[in-house]
């Protein structure tokens, strides 16, 4: 069955740096394209980052520049590299496969 197992995140001070990792399994990956979603307190669930199948990326405009998607075919996993972080960051973030495939999430807080 499909899995999507999360790792990374925490907790860091504005201006800092986390990643985060899935590692997927349970279908062919290469297949696919994935993404990242986070939830913050009272908020509703939105798109951060997408990488297709071919590796193109796509970014919501409050993390462009900031934040990098990548994929490893290989290991099956995808990342979320998160730089220049900001208290808005703080989040429960979840890598996410169509049609309603989703990691277990990770609690990511920016603060001093």
């Known amino acids: 069955q499909v899995q999507l197992v999360q790792s990374g995140g925490g907790l860091v001070q504005p201006g800092g740096s986390l990643r985060l990792s899935c590692a997927a399994s349970?279908?062919?990956?290469?297949?696919?394209?994935m993404s990242w979603y986070r939830q913050a307190p009272g908020k509703e669930r939105e798109v951060v980052a997408a990488v297709t199948s071919g590796g193109r990326t796509n970014y919501a405009d409050s993390v462009k520049g900031r934040f990098t998607i990548s994929r490893d075919n290989v290991q099956n996993t995808i990342h979320l590299q998160m730089n220049s972080l900001k208290p808005e960051d703080t989040a429960v973030y979840y890598c996410?496969?169509?049609?309603?495939?989703w990691g277990q999430g990770t609690q990511v807080t920016v603060s001093s």
């Open positions: 996410y496969r169509n049609p309603n495939y």
């Open positions: 349970g279908f062919p990956f290469t297949n696919y394209a």
